[in-house]
């Protein structure tokens, strides 16, 4: 399993593209920013105005430090204070399912934000799977680094799990990225068995 | 080597030095009650060199009991209330910064105040001292940087009552400031606050040594009771955590030798308290006698009871509306007298309004004085320098 790769812990492709369904100029709110990396990128090199939202005391003090825009408020608290429609992209990278109540949060992201990404990683790879099928364990891959009984990672959802989410919501899946081999690859075929992550542009309907 | 490296230790993280505090004279203000007070004295610091095209001017804003001595030394060797975050390689750096601090209309510290002349009597104001708003602090404070030469601060920064002028400035001044940093503070005194300022208050009220009426030729020369010791301790009791108390003083006793707690009447019926937080408390309460008067401390309690954005403008979104500064508010966990939920009324009706905000409630364990205290500077010190650096 350790041969899984891992796009997204090597920030800069899943960054990319991240950072290739922004239209420049816009207002980009992060949730789950952690220092900031995202929102530099995104504001050297798309302009965009951004603001993060992150819990952790020592990676708030980094997004100021680099100038980034920061609230230090707890996501499972939802977005209380952040008007409707107020930022044109919400990100979600990688924090998905570490939420105590993923709901709350995607409905506020479709609150606040016209068009919302969320990237997550995607426990339905075949690989993961096999795994499970052979061992009868929970497995443990470097998409899922951390055994269950200490990891963030509370949840363990699959592409095909969030494909179903987000049409309970009553929202709309605009664009499927998925990253297989190190590689984003548009709509891929098979891609909750292929994809080690998955990246979804979403509206509300 | 190693000589160099003590060297550069102090260059990055040295004093300011030696400084001394000047005095501006104005005709007077026009406060917010319509009464216009004039002469007007404001007493202030500066530290650093401002810029050629005067864009690096940072005012820093003391709490009740500050003045205008932030940083660096004064004649008697007496450091600077915030030396820990202003000077050469500190959170707010006086190499880059053009600093200025001012002591608050109604003080003590040499800002016209009680204490000083009213022109219509030739006494003192004393107790007669007109009531003044925090509007009004910040107004006389506005007079001082256009005095100077400053048309736009680059950052005005302040905590508990420095933090409610902070905010103040933003809303009232929005074309003068930058960018504003907003520490432990509330846009509306909660009535646990007022409270706390109350008992205080009715302790200088019930001092026999207070002069009552009008201020007459004895008023300038003499010193509070100890009524103003006694409000000075309550104010303590509110800027501190239990879990600064716990770790401070615990249930240690003043005198070792002492078995266990025995209480004891003194001479007067009174005790000299045996535990070391009452030992800490009259320490501090009759220090505060010393240094303070007992008017400026009625005056701006006063004014600090009355700041209320929320009622003053209908609502802090209408306050807030005008507002052009970035805003960073800061609160701490273990402050239960400006608790996070009111910094954070402020966040909510500056981000209702689409303003740059950004918000931190930082874990230390000092209570409302987590801002004065060393031990919180390293982070308070990286949030400051990182924040005003970000400014443009």
Known sequence: MDDIKTPFHEFQIGFNVISDLITPGTRVLDLGCGTGTLLQKLRDEKDVEGCGVELDQEKVIRCIERGIRVMGLDLDEGLIGFPDLSYEYVILSRTLQQLMNPERVVREMLRVGSKSIITFPNYGHWKIVLRYMITGRTPVCETHPDPWYKTPDVHRLTISDFREFIRKLGAKIEKEIHIIDNVPVKDALLANRRAEWGCCLISAT | ?392
């Not at chain 2, 005012?59 to 915030?82: K, P």
């Not at chain 2, 000077?87 to 600093?99: A, C, L, Q, R, S």
């Not at chain 2, 008067?293 to 700041?307: G, H, N, P, Q, R």
């Not at chain 2, 209908?314 to 509306?321: I, K, V």
């Open chain 2, 1 to 392: 080597m190693q000589e160099r490296a003590v060297r550069e230790y102090a260059d990055s993280d040295g004093r300011y030095g030696r400084v001394d505090t000047q005095y501006a004279e104005f005709d007077g203000i026009t406060l917010e009650t319509g009464f216009f007070l004039g002469p007007l004295t404001v007493a202030y610091e500066t530290y650093g060199t401002l810029s050629p095209t005067r864009d690096n001017a940072v005012l820093i804003l003391h709490a009740l009991s500050g003045d205008a001595h932030v940083a660096g030394t004064d004649e008697t060797g007496r450091l600077g209330w915030w030396d820990a975050m202003v000077g050469p390689g500190k959170g707010i750096d006086t190499n880059k910064y053009f600093v200025v601090c001012s002591n608050c209309l109604g003080g003590c510290k040499g800002t016209t105040g009680p204490r000083s002349i009213d022109p219509s009597t030739g006494m003192p104001y004393g107790p007669s001292f007109p009531r003044i708003s925090i509007g009004d602090m910040v107004n006389v404070q506005a007079m001082l940087v256009k005095h100077l030469g400053i048309e736009r601060l680059h950052n005005v920064i302040g905590g508990s009552m420095g933090g409610m002028q902070a905010l103040e400035w933003a809303v009232s001044h929005p074309d003068a400031i930058r960018s504003a940093i907003v520490i432990a503070a509330t846009a509306r005194l909660s009535p646990q606050g007022i409270a706390f300022n109350w008992v205080g208050r009715n302790a200088i009220y019930s001092d026999p040594a207070r002069v009552c009426g009008p201020a007459d030729e004895n008023s300038a020369t003499r010193r509070p009771g100890r009524g103003l010791a006694v409000a000075r301790m309550i104010g303590h009791i509110t800027y501190l955590s239990e879990e600064t108390m716990e770790v401070k003083f615990g249930r240690k006793l003043k005198l070792k030798d002492m078995n266990g707690y025995r209480y004891s009447l003194g001479e007067n019926g009174t005790e000299g308290g045996e535990f070391e937080v009452e030992s800490y408390l009259e320490h501090q309460g009759s220090s505060f006698m010393q240094r303070f008067d007992e008017d400026s401390y009625v005056i701006i309690t006063k004014a600090i009871d009355l700041f209320d954005m929320e009622g003053t403008y209908g609502g802090l979104r209408n306050a807030f509306g005008k507002i052009s500064a970035k805003v960073l508010v800061l609160s701490f966990n273990s402050d239960w007298l400006y608790p996070t939920a009111m910094s954070l009324d402020i966040v909510r009706a500056l981000q209702a309004e689409k303003k740059d905000v950004s918000f931190v409630e930082l874990d230390l364990p000092y209570g409302h004085d987590s801002f004065l205290v060393n031990a919180g500077m390293p982070y308070l010190t990286r949030i400051v320098r990182g924040y005003l650096n970000g400014v443009r």
